[in-house]
């Protein structure tokens, strides 16, 4: 099975996902971040606020490196 890392692109700065998971697909890859995005503004106590986080980014890359989907977060 695939490993796709979430990386996560804030401005200039990748902090980068150290060990990723394996997934079956791209698709799957994106439906994680799209859920971890929803955990991460759905606890601004944890996080921070959604204004915090809206410019940043999941960068989903593969395991050479490659950049596959880039998934914001949104606009507030």
């Known amino acids: 099975m695939p490993r796709y890392f979430l990386n996560i692109r804030d401005?200039?700065?990748?902090?980068v996902d150290p060990d990723g998971d394996e997934?079956?697909?791209?698709?799957?890859?994106?439906?994680?971040?799209?859920?971890?995005i929803r955990d991460i503004?759905?606890?601004?106590e944890?996080?921070?606020?959604?204004?915090r986080w809206s410019l940043r980014?999941?960068?989903i890359t593969d395991e050479a490196g490659n950049?596959?989907?880039?998934i914001p977060f949104?606009?507030?």
């Open 57 to 59: 980014s999941f960068e």
């Open 23 to 36: 997934l079956p697909n791209l698709d799957e890859a994106r439906d994680l971040a799209l859920e971890i």
């Open 41 to 44: 503004l759905g606890r601004p």
């Open 46 to 51: 944890t996080y921070g606020s959604a204004r």
């Open 11 to 15: 401005q200039d700065t990748l902090i």
């Open 74 to 76: 949104p606009r507030v």
């Open 67 to 70: 950049v596959l989907a880039t």
